[in-house]
């Protein structure tokens, strides 16, 4: 097969030539390099040759582009053979034609997508298909041309470099990529230039190193560059393509500048009543750096307020803060002077030499008078009494001042909420503290009183504190330490030791305490114990005999005797309850007092539970009688209280006249509360209450007189009465009723409703209205209207 590659023919040819003599070179030296001569040797015999075919990019022609021709020995022109194409981009980006093996790209190809294409290529018989040669393989590479810009891939760039950097400080490096084939041509050689940014920096045209171009760049006087960078191909030739990126160079801060004050003399005014540790003024040095290279650091460096005042660091706003270090006094000293210094916490060595890097400053302060509350000889006194001492012995005295010039008076008093017992009092004007109440030093030991000290203003108020400490003297007698629960087994023996007792006391003697224990004169001559003091606060109790019987006597009261050593001695008399037990073999009890009696008399344990038990049914059974009735009892209105009481029950039932006596038990009203509330309260038994048929306005004038409560001596007579009546009636309940009394009085606007007086000739009553009434009163309107006349019945309603 042979390939018609014009334009690209001489170069093959030198190709080949080269491959040929390296070729014969080689194998004039190597054993192997002459059998692979001698297989390429043979295979150059074949009908196929082997090669590359190339091929333009970015080819914008209207025609398919012309690749190559193939070409195949057997084909003689007849006709007989067709070629035929396989493999990457056939038919689809390549086309063969397959009566004279022509190649063209159909499609615009890029060598940035796809570089090469390996195909495969076969001549056939057009008679048969079948292959007349072997199909070989071979590969169009797309030839780059320059149609990629450079590109900055990372960009833009942002990079630090500190001020004052000498020239040629590398700041940062920019690198541009081009997609162009770096192995053909300069289509992919890039070279950098600064296009902004000059004079202060520079690029290296190959390594796109960013340097610094001039020194001392100083932050305070511009702190941020935006640098523009051009990468451009082709060696950076005419016609080369070129991308461009920014770099933003911010200059980052170093120790350059000194700290100043603003100004040489500061003047501050305190007043004297300022406590100590008070802040009393600020003052700041001015430094022109930033971060930890304006940290500052001040001083006082001499004055006569070295003593008196001292100077801080703010952290957050690097403020000199000074503060008072002893409490001010107008009268004393008015006025004081400071020299202050700042100074830069961290040192650059670079620029030391320049400048001290400090600054000093004046500061003066003067006092202010102010009218001060009385101050206390000495905030705390301390004052030791005797609890011995009597109501008003003087304990000890307090004195305050006018720190002003003035000189004001001074009074005395005590806070009592530190004295709620008052057992203190104070003379106002001497400041004499005496006793008010006898102390106790087993009470209260120590006692806090705060003293205050006024002027003749009642706002100017100085406090002080008086500790007060109670000593002791011998007024309490000792006492058991414990509660004693001593046991004596029926098989003692005499001379057994049967409880070890010891004694306690109130008292605090400063020797420390010593007891002396004894029996008293009516027990030192008993038949059954005796008593060891042990000299060291304790005591043993013996037996003097043996022979113990419960059945004879369960209990023992041994009274002892027991006396301190203070001055005048105290003594008290405590008994020891001492118990007769049934013991185990090794002595514990196992049965003492009455229960050991109770079995020693036969009862076993069993028994004596069964008449427990016996005894809680009995108990159980009354508790269930009690309850039930109590439930018999309970009353009808659902009160969630419920009010064991008996309450007003009221019915609207109509009375059945004079002659009816027994229409309502007062024996019902109890508890006037109870009527009140039951009014809002529903009943298991009843239906609720129709209204009343005649409101309050429409009542009868009689019925309004009866509504109102008298105010009437003799109704008051009367009440008191039947008061002191109930009050000594022993058939009264005990808890409150109610008494309802038919008392008419005497004497009344409406006077009487009774008949009796109906028929008299001198009244002058005029009855009409009861006509106006409706039927209820239609017979007291016949009876008693105009014209009408005659006894009648008593009538009540």
């Not at 014009?6 to 194998?27: A, D, R």
């Not at 195949?72 to 022109?77: L, N, Q, T």
């Not at 038919?742 to 004497?747: D, L, Q, R, T, V």
Request: aromatic share 8%.
């Amino acid at each position: 097969l042979y390939y018609s590659i014009y334009y690209h023919f001489l170069y093959y040819s030198i190709y080949g030539m080269i491959m040929f003599i390296l070729t014969i070179i080689l194998c004039l030296h190597s054993p192997f390099f002459l059998t692979l001569s001698l297989s390429l040797s043979l295979s150059l015999r074949r009908s196929w040759v082997w090669n590359q075919f190339f091929v333009l990019e970015e080819y914008t022609g209207d025609e398919p582009l012309y690749v190559g021709k193939l070409h195949s020995d057997v084909d003689k022109g007849e006709g007989r053979v067709k070629y035929v194409l396989n493999g990457e981009g056939a038919t689809s980006i390549f086309t063969i034609d397959e009566n004279t093996g022509d190649i063209h790209a159909t499609k615009r190809l890029d060598r940035e997508e796809q570089p090469y294409y390996t195909l495969r290529a076969q001549a056939r018989s057009r008679e048969t298909d079948l292959p007349v040669e072997p199909e070989s393989e071979f590969v169009i590479k797309v030839q780059d041309i320059n149609d990629n810009e450079p590109k900055f891939l990372d960009g833009p760039y942002s990079a630090r470099v500190p001020e004052m950097s000498p020239v040629g400080t590398s700041v940062v490096t920019v690198v541009a990529t081009d997609a162009d084939d770096p192995t053909y041509g300069n289509s992919a050689r890039v070279v950098y230039s600064i296009l902004e940014g000059q004079p202060y920096f520079s690029v290296e045209p190959r390594t796109g190193v960013v340097k610094t171009a001039l020194p001392n760049m100083d932050r305070e006087a511009r702190d941020q560059y935006l640098l523009v960078i051009q990468a451009k191909d082709m060696v950076g030739q005419m016609g080369g393509l070129s991308g461009t990126t920014s770099v933003t160079v911010t200059l980052s801060d170093v120790n350059d500048n000194p700290p100043e004050f603003s100004r040489k003399n500061y003047q501050f005014s305190v007043p004297e009543s300022l406590p100590v540790a008070t802040l009393v003024a600020k003052i700041r040095a001015l430094d022109l750096d930033i971060g930890p290279n304006a940290e500052m650091e001040y001083r006082v460096l001499d004055g006569d307020g070295l003593g008196m005042f001292r100077i801080t660091t703010d952290s957050d706003t690097q403020e000199g803060l000074i503060t008072l270090q002893k409490g001010l006094d107008f009268e004393t000293k008015s006025s004081y002077t400071l020299r202050v210094k700042a100074s830069n916490r961290n040192i650059d060595r670079r620029f030391h030499s320049v400048d001290s890097f400090s600054d000093t400053a004046t500061v003066h302060l003067n006092v202010e008078n102010v009218d001060e509350p009385p101050v206390f000889i000495s905030p705390l006194t301390k004052i030791v009494v005797s609890e011995a001492a009597k109501v008003g012995t003087s304990i000890g005295t307090v004195s305050a001042h006018d720190p002003d010039s003035t000189n004001s008076p001074i009074r005395y008093s005590i806070d009592r909420n530190t004295d709620l017992e008052r057992f203190f009092n104070i003379d106002a004007a001497s400041g004499i503290i005496t006793n008010a109440k006898s102390l106790d030093r087993e009470v209260n030991a120590v006692h806090n009183i705060t003293i205050f000290a006024t002027e003749m203003d009642p706002l100017q108020v100085g406090k002080g504190v008086v500790l007060i400490k109670v000593t002791d003297i011998n007024d309490n007698a000792p006492v058991f330490a414990i509660e004693y629960e001593t046991y004596l087994c029926e098989s003692a023996r005499p001379g057994q030791v049967i409880e070890t007792i010891s004694a306690v006391d109130r008292d605090e003697p400063q020797s420390g305490h010593r007891f002396f224990f004894s029996l008293t004169a009516e027990a030192a001559g008993n038949l059954n114990f005796t008593l060891r003091d042990n000299k060291d606060n304790t005591a043993s109790v013996l037996t003097k005999r043996g022979g113990f019987q419960r059945r004879d006597q369960t209990v023992y009261r041994l009274p002892v005797l027991i006396m301190d050593s203070g001055s005048p001695a105290l003594s008290s008399t405590n008994t020891l309850s001492i118990r007769v037990c049934n013991c185990e073999a090794d002595g514990s009890p196992r049965a003492c007092g009455t229960e050991a009696a109770m079995l020693s008399a036969g009862l076993s344990t069993g028994a004596l539970i069964a008449i427990l038990a016996c005894i809680l049914t009995l108990l159980v059974m009354v508790l269930l009688i009690v309850t039930m009735r109590r439930r018999k009892k309970e009353p009808l209105i659902l009160d969630e209280e419920r009010d064991v009481r008996e309450n007003i029950v009221r019915y609207d039932d109509e009375g059945g006249g004079e002659e009816d006596t027994e229409a309502f038990d007062m024996v019902a009203l109890r508890n006037l509360n109870v009527v009140r509330e039951s009014s809002n309260v529903t009943r298991r038994d009843v239906t609720p209450e129709l209204p009343s048929l005649f409101p309050p306005s429409r009542l009868p004038p009689s019925y309004k007189m009866a509504l109102v409560p008298p105010d009437n001596g003799i109704f008051r007579e009367f009440i008191w009465d039947r008061l002191k009546e109930a009050d000594v009636d022993p058939s009264a309940p005990p808890y409150d009723s109610l008494q309802t009394y038919a008392f008419e009085g005497s004497g009344s606007a409406a006077e009487s409703l009774s008949s009796l007086d109906s028929l008299s000739t001198d009244s002058e009553q005029n009855y009409d209205y009861l006509s106006d009434w409706g039927p209820r009163f239609k017979k007291l309107a016949d009876l008693y209207g105009d014209g009408h006349g005659g006894g009648g019945n008593l009538f009540a309603s």
